[in-house]
C-alpha cells in the first residue's frame, strides 16, 4: 500500500484545506466556513460506510484526510466529526447535517437528570453531540441531542489553542440511536485518527525545517552547511519517517484485522507511542532549527508543533498506550514482543 | 493479510529449528550473535534448511527465493541470539555483489560455497588511515602479466583469521584531480595466498572478531578482478545498501531484552511498552527498504536512516534493559551476562557499517539537496 500523505486524495484535501492558511490568525478556534467546503466536498464522510456499501469507510482514505488536516493545522474537528458521522450510520440512522460532536466514556450514562461532558472538542460550536458509552455486555450505546438543548458550562482550551467545552444535558434530552459493538473500538479509532493528524502535522514540521535550513542564510551561506544543523534535521525527517511507517502499519492492521481488535489495539498502541516520542523530538529540533522567529506567534511553526504536543494527550494519551502495551507484552509469555512485532504466535 | 503475517509459515519454520537447536545445546544466545556468533557448523546446518544463498538463482546453488524471505528468516535468527557470524557477510552482500557484478565463472565459482555455508569471506575495506573516508585507501593493485600485485594493509576485518578468500577494495589507478571514487576496483584475495599476513585484534569485549591483514607482493589473478577495473566504488555503495538495512541494525541487544523483559517487574509496563513500539516501528522500516531492495534500488538516505535510528535504539536498550533488570526480582546470571556483553559491544552498534555521523551527512544531504 501507498504510504501515508502520498495520495492523489491527500493532495485534493490538502488542496482545500491549505486555501485558508494565509491568515494564521483565522487558524485559532474554528473555521466553521472551512467546515463547510470541507463537508460539501464529502471529506468528512469517508469514514462512513453505508448498508450494503463494501467500498465506503476507508480507514486508509480517512488516514489521508487526516495528515492533510494534520498538516495544515485546520482549526476544525475532523476526527470527532467523521467519526461520530460514522458510528451514526453503523447504528442504522441518518447523519444530521451541521457539526457533530464526538465524547466517548467508559462510564455508563446515569438514567436521569443532568449530566456534564466534559473537555469535548469543539463542544461549544455544535449542532449536535454524539455520545458513546457502555451499554449491556460489553457493546456500547450511542446517544445524541440536538445542540439547543445542551448548556455549554466552561469553555476551554488545548496546549495548541484548541477549542474545549463542559457541556451539560440532561439525560431525557439524549436519544438513543443504537447499539455498536464496544466502546474500545471507538477508543481505537480514535486514538489510530489522532495518531494520522500527528504523522501530517510532523511532515508538515519536517518540510518547514528542511526549507529553512536550505534558503536561511548566516556567517555566508544556507545555515544546512554546519553539521550541528544537518543533526537537527535528521532528528526531525527520523521522526516524521518513523511515524509514518509505524501509523502505516496501523492503517494495515485496522483494515485486515477487522475481526482480530487485539492486533489491532496493539498497532494502535505502538502508533501512539512512537507518535508521541516523534512529537517531541520534531518539535525540539524544529524549533532550534528556526531559532527565534520560528518561537513567534506569527510565524506558522507553533502551529504544527503545539498540535504535536497536544494530540499526544488526546484519546489516552501516549503514555497510557506505553503502559497498555508494555502490559501486553508481558503477559504474552517469553516471546510476547517479538510475537507481536511478527504478527506470528 | 498483513506484508507481516504472509511470512507466518515461515517463521515458525525457523523458530521450529531454533527450538530443536537450543534443546540439544547447539547453541547459547547471545547479544551481536553475526558479528560474534562464529560457528561453522552452525551455517551449514543452516545451509541444509536452505536459509544461506536464499536469493541466489538456484544454478548457483541459491533457492531463488525473495529478500523478504531472506529478511525474516534472518530477523528470527538474529532475535534468537543465533550464531550466524561465520557466513554473514557472504551471504548478505558478497553473494549479492557477484550476482550483479561478477562474471559467470566468478559465480558458478562461489556462489555455490557460500550457499553451502563452507566458502567464508571477509570484508577488506577499512585501513589504519581510511575509516569514514573510504575512498582516501591506499591498498594499491598494480598490473602484472596475467593479474595483479596487491600491496597494502586492512583493519577492521571482521573473522579473517577464519575465512578462505577476502573481497578487497583497492586502487588500481592512481588517483587523479576531480573524481577521488575512480580508479577503484574489488577483488577476490585468497587468503591462502602467498604475503598475505592476517593478524587478530582483541575489541574491549574480549573478543577478537576484529584482525589486520596485510598484503606483501600478492599476486591476484585476472579472473579474481569483480566487474569491470575502475568500478569498485559504484559496486561498494550497492553493497552499502544491504549492509546498512538489515536486522543486525536493531536486533542486536534482543536477546537481553527478551530475559530483561521476562525477569521485569510490575512497574515495568511503561518501558517495555516504549521500546517494543520503537523496536517494531525498526522493524517495519527495514522490512520496507528490504522490500524495495528487491525491486531494484533505494535511495542511499533510506538504508542510511535506518541504520541511524536503528543502532541508536540498541544503544538506548542497553540502559532500558538496565533498569528493567535492577527492578527484577531476580535477576538471572544468564540476563547479567547478555547486559555485560552488551554494555561493553555499544560503542560498535554505532561505528560498523559506517558510523552515524556519515549516515546522518546521507540524510541531510538527501533532504537538503
Known amino acids: 500500500m501507498t504510504a ?114 466534559d473537555q469535548v472538542p469543539y463542544g461549544q460550536h455544535a449542532d449536535w453531540l454524539t455520545v458513546v458509552s457502555p451499554g449491556p455486555d460489553g457493546s456500547a450505546r450511542l446517544h445524541q441531542a440536538n445542540c439547543d438543548s445542551v448548556r455549554v458550562v466552561n469553555e476551554s482550551t488545548t496546549l495548541a489553542s484548541e477549542p474545549r467545552a463542559d457541556l451539560e444535558v440532561n439525560v431525557t434530552e439524549l436519544d438513543e440511536l443504537g447499539v455498536l459493538p464496544s466502546v474500545w473500538q471507538v477508543t481505537l479509532q480514535l486514538a489510530a485518527a489522532r495518531a494520522l493528524l500527528m504523522v501530517g502535522a510532523l511532515q508538515r514540521t519536517r518540510d518547514l525545517a528542511v526549507e529553512y535550513t536550505r534558503f536561511r542564510e548566516q556567517f555566508g551561506g544556507p545555515i544546512i552547511r554546519f553539521q550541528a544543523v544537518q543533526n537537527l534535521v535528521v532528528e526531525v525527517v527520523t521522526a ?19 475481526t ?74 517469553e516471546r510476547g514482543m517479538w510475537q507481536i512485532i511478527t504478527g506470528a504466535p | 493479510m498483513t506484508a ?15 527450538s530443536a537447536e537450543l534443546d540439544s545445546g547447539g547453541f547459547v544466545p547471545m547479544c551481536d550473535s553475526w558479528l560474534n556468533g562464529h560457528d561453522p557448523l552452525f551455517s551449514r546446518r543452516l545451509a541444509e534448511r536452505g536459509w544461506l544463498g536464499m536469493t541466489f538463482p538456484t544454478k548457483y546453488g541459491g533457492r531463488g527465493r525473495t529478500a523478504l524471505e531472506r529478511f525474516v528468516v534472518n ?21 549479492p ?9 566468478q559465480k558458478h565459482r562461489f556462489l555455490p560455497g557460500i550457499a553451502r555455508g563452507e566458502l567464508l569471506v571477509a570484508i577488506g ?74 593478524s587478530p585484534i582483541e575489541v574491549m569485549t574480549g573478543k577478537a572478531h576484529f584482525a589486520e591483514v596485510s598484503f606483501d607482493g600478492v599476486f591476484v589473478p585476472d579472473e579474481m578482478l569483480i566487474g569491470q577495473e575502475g568500478d569498485g566504488w559504484k559496486q561498494v555503495t550497492s553493497e552499502l545498501a544491504y549492509e546498512r538495512s538489515g536486522p543486525e541494525r536493531f536486533l542486536s541487544t534482543y536477546p537481553l ?77 544468564t540476563s547479567q551476562r547478555l547486559l555485560r556483553q552488551a554494555q561493553l559491544a555499544q560503542p560498535g552498534f554505532t561505528l560498523r557499517g559506517g558510523t552515524n555521523e556519515v549516515m546522518r551527512t546521507m540524510i541531510a544531504r538527501r533532504w537538503t539537496a
Open chain 2, 97 to 105: 555483489l557477484l550476482l550483479r557484478f561478477g562474471s559467470e565463472s
Open chain 1, 240 to 258: 516524521a519517517e518513523v511515524a509514518r511507517a509505524m501509523c502505516d502499519h496501523m492503517i494495515q492492521c485496522i483494515i485486515a484485522e477487522e
Open chain 1, 4 to 117: 501515508t500523505g502520498t495520495t492523489d486524495l491527500h493532495a485534493v484535501v490538502d488542496s482545500l484545506l491549505g486555501k485558508g492558511n494565509a491568515d494564521p490568525a483565522r487558524r485559532s478556534g474554528y473555521d466553521p466556513e472551512l467546515w463547510d467546503q470541507l463537508q460539501r466536498s464529502g471529506f468528512d464522510r469517508v469514514l462512513v460506510r453505508e448498508p450494503g456499501d463494501e467500498e465506503g469507510g476507508s480507514f486508509s482514505e480517512f488516514g489521508e484526510v487526516l495528515t492533510a488536516a494534520g498538516a495544515n493545522a485546520s482549526p476544525v474537528p475532523i476526527v470527532e466529526a467523521s467519526l461520530a458521522s460514522a458510528l451514526v450510520t453503523q447504528a442504522g440512522r441518518a447523519i444530521p447535517s451541521g457539526l457533530i460532536a464526538l465524547y466517548r466514556t467508559d462510564d455508563p450514562l446515569q438514567t436521569r437528570g443532568a449530566v456534564v461532558f
Open chain 2, 257 to 333: 531484552m527478551e530475559n530483561a523483559v521476562t525477569e521485569s517487574g510490575p512497574n515495568s509496563d511503561r518501558a517495555i511498552g516504549g521500546y517494543s513500539a520503537n523496536l517494531w516501528a525498526l522493524h517495519l522500516l527495514s522490512q520496507g527498504v528490504n522490500a524495495a531492495l528487491e525491486s531494484g534500488s533505494v535511495e542511499p538516505a533510506r538504508p542510511a536512516l535506518v541504520k541511524n535510528a536503528g543502532t541508536l535504539l540498541e544503544k538506548r536498550s542497553v540502559e532500558i534493559a538496565r533498569d528493567l533488570l535492577l527492578d527484577a526480582v531476580a535477576p538471572s546470571a
Open chain 2, 4 to 18: 507481516t503475517s504472509r511470512y507466518t509459515a515461515l517463521r515458525t519454520e525457523v523458530r521450529d529449528f531454533i
Open chain 2, 75 to 95: 530477523e528470527e535468527l538474529l532475535a534468537a541470539g543465533a550464531p550466524v557470524a561465520a557466513h554473514w557477510v557472504a551471504d548478505r552482500q558478497t553473494g
Open chain 1, 260 to 333: 482480530d481488535t487485539r492486533r489491532q489495539s496493539l498497532a494502535v498502541a505502538a502508533a501512539r507511542v512512537v507518535t508521541g516520542e516523534s512529537a517531541v523530538t520534531a518539535f525540539r529540533a524544529a524549533h532550534q532549527i528556526f531559532g527565534a522567529i520560528g518561537f513567534t506567534k506569527e510565524h506558522e511553526l507553533h502551529l504544527c508543533t503545539t498540535r504535536l504536543l497536544s494530540w499526544r494527550e488526546d484519546d489516552r494519551c501516549d503514555r497510557w498506550w506505553a503502559q497498555w502495551l508494555g502490559r501486553e507484552v508481558r503477559a504474552s509469555g
Open chain 2, 125 to 198: 575495506m577499512s585501513e589504519p588511515d581510511s575509516g569514514s573516508d573510504l575512498a582516501s585507501l591506499k591498498t594499491r593493485a598494480t598490473k602484472v602479466a596475467g593479474g595483479w600485485e596487491v600491496n597494502g594493509t586492512k583493519v577492521w576485518t571482521s573473522h579473517a583469521p577464519h575465512s578462505h578468500i577476502v573481497v578487497a577494495l583497492v586502487r588500481t589507478t592512481p588517483r587523479q584531480n576531480g573524481d577521488r571514487h575512480a580508479g577503484l576496483s574489488q577483488m577476490i584475495i585468497d587468503l591462502a595466498s602467498d604475503g598475505v599476513a592476517i
